[in-house]
């Protein structure tokens, strides 16, 4: 025989099972990473308020980084094309001229929630956050709530009637982060860009005002090596993309490997750590009001992952059983 006829060894291939369990652990662990660096955020943020930079320069700041940082990964990536195709359609330009004010009202919201000392309300919020979307999707895409994703939803508008009665107010934070941010996934739901190419252009958008003001406030006579002009100030102001992009582009890795019903679960180490942080190391009061509230939206939300988790395991079991009653195909004799 020889050596071209010779049989072939056949490569040692991974068995489907042990690529996709690879996969899905990959997937867990960039979800978890992203969540836990956007958790943290508040350290970081009010790194920058007690350095002296107000809300609205940190927000500059983030933006004028980012786009950056993104410019750069882009770049690395051989992005381009992509970013000129979605420039070249109008309605989307558009779709992410809105999305841009959503995130962008999100992110100041986020910021000065930090500098007031209210990251309990934006804790709040970002639990509030998931039933939110629920009521959008009813609103805009025509998805029907189910029972228990109405009690879900009465349980979390009963925890914030209660801090408006108790406070003496509406815990406005606590209703902006999640409606902004609702609105941006909608808009983002329905505009086909993938998550580093929009979050670019929509901070291209935003780079001409935020460089603008950066320009202004840096240049003022009290803005001098002893404030925000400082060497530690503006090295720490300089991270702000770093501290945007790379866990965004370790959600998108994620998103790309997990299944929506474990994204969405993990999607609450974000505000767990953020009311950690602000009642061990904020020393911000976690008093018997605000605690009913968190505990109505927390039994809201073990209702609605546990009707999210019952209607997947039902799912999945009717198209296992779908599958096996299929009779299967006959292979044509070549």
């Given at each position: ?17 042990t690529?996709h369990?690879?996969s ?14 956007w958790?943290?955020?508040?350290l970081?943020f009010k790194?920058?308020?007690?350095a ?9 700041h983030?933006i004028?980084w980012?786009f950056?940082?993104?410019?750069l ?9 992509s970013?000129?195709?979605v ?6 330009t ?5 999305s ?6 999100n ?16 804790s709040?919020?970002?639990f509030?956050?998931p ?7 009813m ?6 709530l ?6 879900s ?13 108790t ?20 808009i ?13 252009v929509?901070t ?6 935020a ?6 406030a ?26 945007t992009a790379?866990p ?7 998103a790309?490997?997990l299944?929506?019903?474990i994204l ?10 953020q ?5 061990l190391?904020f020393?911000?009061t976690l008093?018997r009001?605000r605690?009913?509230?968190f505990v ?7 209702i ?31």
């Open positions: 025989m020889t050596e071209r006829n010779a049989p072939q060894l056949a490569p040692q291939l991974e068995p489907p099972h690529s369990a690879k899905l652990g990959a997937g867990i662990a960039l979800g978890v990473a992203s969540y836990t660096w958790g943290m955020g508040p970081y790194a920058l308020t007690n002296g930079s107000p809300a609205v320069l940190s927000l500059c983030r004028a980012s950056l940082v993104l410019a990964f882009i770049a690395a990536t051989r992005g381009w094309a970013v000129a195709r420039l070249r359609n109008r309605r989307t558009l779709a992410l001229l809105a841009t004010i959503c995130i962008g009202i992110w100041l919201g986020f910021i000065y929630a930090v500098e007031t000392n209210r990251v309990l309300e934006s709040l919020g970002y509030i956050n039933l939110f979307t629920v009521l959008l999707g609103a805009f895409l025509g998805e029907r189910r029972p228990a994703q109405w009690i939803v009465a349980l979390a508008t009963c925890g914030v009637a209660w801090l408006t009665i406070r003496g107010g509406l815990p406005w934070i606590a209703i902006v982060l999640p409606v902004s941010f609702g609105l941006y996934s909608l983002r739901k329905r505009t086909d860009v993938g998550p580093v190419i929009g979050l670019f929509e291209a958008l935003l780079a001409p005002l460089l603008a003001w950066i320009a202004w840096h240049t003022r006579p009290e803005a001098g090596p002893a404030g925000i002009n400082a060497p530690p100030t503006l090295a720490l102001l300089s991270f702000a993309g770093v501290m790379v965004l582009v370790f959600f998108a890795a994620a790309q490997r299944p929506l019903s969405g679960f993990l999607q609450y180490i974000n505000p767990t750590i009311l950690i942080t602000a009642t190391l020393n911000e008093d009001n605690l009913l509230a109505l939206i927390w039994i809201g939300l073990a609605f992952i546990a009707d999210l988790a019952t209607r997947t395991a039902t799912s999945r079991a009717t198209a296992s059983r779908a599958t096996a009653s299929s009779p299967p195909r006959r292979r044509s004799v070549q």
